[in-house]
């Protein structure tokens, strides 16, 4: 058998391959190595697959399942005894159930013929794969008797009438849910991936943030056991203790907000304030908590400043903004706050001159407990900017930042309003 194969291309290859890319078939021709050496428009549209894109490539980079050893080894029948093979599905002895790139589902019939390489080193397969959904549909409503298969089986030279296969919809069905399970599996593997990564980063970030404090409350009342301070060290280490709890008992705050904005317990409760007096007064009470150890200017244009905005989601938002711009910017470094209000809408800008953000923190930037790699030696907890994200679109705005690396971050917040 394996002498009468004849070989296909030779001279003649571009008149060959106008010929397979004119049948009514998809055609594929795989060299040993599994590469491409033709793929027909059949298979480009039937894929999404351009010629262009595939030919010279290994046919596993795009169709990984090829690479098994089932269907690696069933090939290597082809490649290395120029045998004929027709590839199998658990549905039906030689029809193949697909998704093609389009979304439309197909019964393929699938057949690898080998084809003898014109320098007679062993074989190319080509793969002959035939579009019978149509036939199956039509199969099942005006069922084929064996003479008919009888007469059908010297054209094909493969029986097509033996499958055990009660319809097409059921086939179909069979298929969508197949694929539906698997892209809900990925999800909720994915799911479940991201939330233990959550978990991880909230044990480290909790044992790292409380052990400070703690340490420091220890120490503390050890010392304060002793009957020989004085008034003044006593005031000294009650107001270490006094500062520690309240280091913890913010950072407790901080989880509790953001579990609050992501399960939806935190509503959006618009109320009418003065915007300017509002910014105003919060970027005095910053100066105040900061020892005014940096520069801070606020500027407002618009045009009215009373507006209806939820007061405890905008006090949220800006002081965590400003708060991190005077963090990582260095002492006497210089924050800018800029308001403007104008067509129904609030628009915030915070700018610093800091240290800015690696560019490759910035996708994750306002994922829970995730710091920016070049603030390790800087206390904090990595909720700030995802209680920022959650307020501002509970608020039913956006968030957008520009940023530096040592030339500093602007985030820039807007929000919409109703001007009274």
């Given amino acids: 058998m394996v002498n009468q194969q004849k070989p296909l291309l030779n001279s003649s290859t571009d008149s060959a391959f106008s010929l397979l890319d004119a049948v009514s078939v998809g055609i594929c021709i795989l060299q040993k190595d599994g590469t491409v050496r033709f793929w027909n428009r059949h298979l480009e549209h039937w894929t999404g697959i351009a010629r262009t894109q595939i030919v010279g490539q290994a046919i596993a980079a795009y169709f990984p399942h090829l690479a098994e050893p089932k269907y690696r080894d069933r090939l290597n029948h082809t490649f290395q005894q120029g045998g004929r093979v027709i590839f199998s599905a658990q549905f039906h002895p030689h029809l193949i159930p697909c998704q093609l790139a389009n979304g439309t589902l197909q ?37 084929i008797s064996d003479s008919s298969a009888t007469m059908l089986y010297p054209v094909t030279n493969t029986p097509l009438l033996d499958w055990q296969l009660s319809s097409i919809p059921e086939l179909e069905t069979k298929l969508r849910d197949r694929i539906l399970a698997e892209t809900e599996i990925r999800s909720a593997l994915k799911k479940e991936q991201e939330l233990n990564r959550l978990k991880s980063r909230f044990v480290s970030m909790v044992s790292h943030e409380f052990r400070t404090p703690m340490t420091a409350i220890r120490i503390c009342a050890e010392l304060l056991e002793h009957q020989t301070l004085s008034e003044q060290q006593r005031h000294r280490y009650f107001k270490q203790i006094q500062t520690a709890i309240h280091g913890m008992t913010q950072l407790l705050d901080e989880v509790l907000l953001l579990g609050k904005t992501e399960s939806g317990s935190f509503k959006y409760s618009p109320e009418l304030i003065n915007l300017k007096d509002f910014c105003s007064e919060l970027i005095e009470d910053l100066r105040v908590m900061f020892n005014a150890q940096h520069q801070m200017t606020y500027t407002y244009t618009g045009q009215s400043t009373e507006v209806a905005v939820d007061r405890i989601l905008l006090h949220h938002i800006l002081t965590n903004l400003l708060s991190n711009a005077i963090k990582y910017s260095p002492i006497g470094g210089r924050i800018q706050l800029e308001l403007n209000c104008h067509n129904n809408q609030v628009v915030l800008r915070i700018r610093d001159h800091g240290m800015g953000i690696p560019s490759q923190d910035c996708d ?31 608020h039913g705005g956006q968030i957008e930042f520009e940023t530096e690396e040592g030339q500093g971050t602007t985030f820039t917040v807007t929000l919409p309003i109703s001007i009274v």
């Avoid at 019964?107 to 690898?112: G, H, K, P, T």
């Avoid at 829970?368 to 307020?391: D, E, M, W, Y």
Wanted: charged residues 20%.
């Fill in 364 to 394: 994750r930037l306002f994922d829970p407990f995730h710091r920016a790699s070049n603030v390790t030696g800087i206390q904090g907890t990595g909720l700030g900017l995802a209680i920022v994200k959650n307020c501002v679109e509970l």
């Fill in 107 to 143: 019964v393929q019939r699938s057949i690898a013929e080998p084809i003898r390489r014109v320098d007679g080193t062993g074989f190319d397969a080509l793969i002959s794969i035939q579009d019978v959904t149509d036939f199956c549909r039509q199969a099942q409503q005006c069922p």
